[in-house]
């Protein structure tokens, strides 16, 4: 395919990206919340509009269901011919709950201020699979098609942690047969780099009991004679972390390349500081000769996330008999569940005041994933993403933790597994103001563009 073919798909894009940006907004302003009962029929409603779309676009699409499962949204485009590869993308239509504090808009009232798309879902995962729909488009009206077959998976259940999923690929497992996948749900160092995902942590959850008497008891009389296991918790805990904040005794020593991997992505304490809107006067934590990216993406970390304390409004003048916390613990790639329990009880041994204290696992893991992204497939996509960026992809990790990344993995591990998106430092996934940055959002759309020509010569996939 010649130059100027290329350049004119790149044009009708740019030419169409008001229309794109109208067609997202569209989107976004169903509150299609995939946790909450009263959105099912949201969720639901959002997924028939976008298999009528890629429908428009001329692809073959369905909605496909199963008992007790929200709907997934499977289109595929095969008119390449067998010759040429078929490349599946991957995206979720599903969204987080508004949540509160949103200062530049509502949550389902998409708003453009300062070159930044605002809403629930903008880049989580919206922006990132319509990425792709605006490269088919343009393909589509300048040649009349597409330079590889293409199918594209929408589902519904990935904010939930895609419990169904697999369901899926065993009941239409001809929806999933693919030469490469691409998983838009990702994201990029910063809005100058692109980066592709080569690594994620696991996820577990663990609950923390402290036991001191079969009930509580007036603080008035026993205070200092008894212990409180509401003060023993927040002691225990504190032994579960070093003085800088890190699990204790957990830390993994990754290999030299995956190190050197981390520290080549650009990111400062200063970045940190800007995405998280720290406080003035709080400390970025040390980083002890490691780099930001490693402490983020390759060692553990845990995190209390609910606790049987006393709210405000339960408070009473009393010591407490029994309280716990769940722990929630990202595990690094390649770290087992039992090797940080083992550490977190090590840590625990030797209990304040012989309180009786209990750590136990509570439901399953989530795998964390490692990749190595060499070969043929990435150098097509190095070379796509340096035409519309200006430089390759960053070989990044995420320090969360997506369950059905893991799973294509173990499904699909022989394939090339190409993990962008349109996620940038600023974005907020999950929290209040929410936002895609446009010229990030353009570029992914011109990157998709050259990736489908890249994949579809000869010798990178077939």
Request: glycine share 8%.
């Amino acid at each position: 395919m010649s130059d100027a073919v290329l350049q004119q798909v790149s044009a009708r894009a740019s030419q169409d990206l008001k229309r794109t940006i109208d067609d997202l907004c569209a989107y976004l302003r169903v509150p299609a919340i995939s946790c909450e009962p009263e959105h099912v029929g949201d969720v639901r409603a959002l997924a028939a509009t976008v298999a009528q779309d890629l429908a428009a676009l001329g692809f073959v699409s369905q909605v496909r269901d199963l008992e007790g499962a929200l709907p997934l949204v499977a289109a595929h485009w095969d008119k390449a011919g067998p010759s040429k590869p078929t490349v599946l993308v991957y995206g979720h239509l599903d969204l987080q709950p508004a949540g509160q504090g949103w200062t530049q808009t509502t949550a389902h009232v998409p708003k453009i201020k300062r070159g930044r798309l605002y809403a629930r879902g903008s880049a989580d995962d919206m922006g990132g699979w319509m990425s792709h729909v605006a490269a088919i488009r343009a393909w589509q009206e300048v040649t009349g098609g597409l330079p590889c077959n293409l199918k594209l998976i929408v589902e519904s259940e990935e904010e939930i942690g895609s419990p169904n999923l697999e369901r899926f690929i065993d009941a239409y497992p001809q929806d999933f047969t693919a030469d490469a996948m691409i998983l838009t749900d990702c994201e990029n160092p910063s809005t100058r780099v692109p980066g592709l995902t080569v690594s994620l942590r696991g996820l577990m959850e663990a609950e923390l009991t402290v036991e001191v008497m079969r009930g509580d008891v007036h603080s008035g009389l026993w205070g200092n004679v008894v212990p409180d296991a509401a003060t023993a918790l927040c002691q225990a805990i504190a032994k579960l972390v070093t003085p800088q904040g890190r699990v204790q005794g957990a830390l993994v020593e990754p290999s030299a390349a995956k190190v050197a991997g981390a520290q080549a992505v650009p990111i400062s304490k200063a970045d940190v500081r800007k995405s998280v809107h720290l406080l003035p006067g709080v400390s970025v934590l040390p980083l002890q000769g490691r780099s930001v990216g490693e402490w983020l993406w390759l060692q553990p970390a845990v995190t209390v996330v609910a606790t049987t304390l006393p709210t405000a409004s339960e408070k009473r003048n009393a010591l407490k008999g029994k309280v716990s916390a769940t722990l929630s613990i990202r595990l690094a790639p390649g770290q087992t569940p039992e090797a940080i329990m083992s550490a977190l009880r090590h840590s625990l041994r030797k209990a304040p005041q012989g309180v009786k204290l209990t750590l136990e696992q509570r439901g399953e893991a989530g795998e964390g994933w490692s990749y190595d992204a060499q070969g043929p497939a990435f150098e097509a996509v190095d070379r796509a993403y340096q035409s519309a960026w200006g430089c390759k992809l960053a070989r990044i990790g995420v320090g969360g933790s997506i369950p059905f990344v893991a799973m294509f993995a173990r499904r699909f591990g022989d394939l090339p597994l190409i993990l962008n998106g349109v996620m940038d430092p600023q974005t907020g996934a999950h929290g209040p103001d929410e936002s895609m940055d446009l010229d990030v959002f353009a570029k992914s759309i011109q990157a998709n563009i050259a990736l489908y020509h890249e994949l579809s010569v000869p010798g990178i996939l077939k």
